[in-house]
Nanobody, 123 residues
Framework: QVHLIESGGGLVRPGGSLRLSCVAS????????MGWFRQAPGKEREFVAA????????DYLNSVKGRFTISRDNAQNTVYLQMTKLKPDDTAVYYC????????????????WGQGTQVTVSS
């Protein structure tokens, strides 16, 4: 059974930075594409970023391009989301997502999900 555990969320001022981590178990991590999604109060869950098996392919939500960076360490079974220049609109619960096909990870279909970590951007 796939387990994804996110960490690194918290309260940060606008313009600040956070790094989210997601540790995976119950799967051969290097065989899975990984992604990050977020859900703000009263809104639907939305795609934030995805990374392919070896990190060659990465995609981002337009509003986070240039501010967020997704990366992975296959030796540590971990995917990261480095977030900089944070804005109040980035406030949400951030979820880690795994899947065997890149297109389904980007679409947020199937695969495994973590329990989420809260990110709050406020002064």
């Amino acid at each position: 059974q796939v387990h994804l555990i996110e960490s690194g969320g918290g309260l940060v001022r606008p313009g600040g930075s956070l790094r989210l981590s997601c540790v995976a178990s119950g799967l051969t991590f290097s065989d899975y594409h990984m992604g990050w999604f977020r859900q703000a109060p009263g809104k639907e869950r939305e795609f934030v970023a995805a990374i392919s098996l070896t990190g060659v392919t990465r995609d981002y939500l337009n509003s986070v391009k240039g501010r967020f960076t997704i990366s992975r360490d296959n030796a540590q079974n971990t995917v990261y989301l480095q977030m900089t220049k944070l804005k109040p609109d980035d406030t949400a619960v951030y979820y880690c997502h795994s899947g065997s096909r890149y297109s389904t990870v980007v679409a947020g279909r199937g695969g495994g999900w973590g329990q989420g970590t809260q990110v709050t951007v406020s002064s």
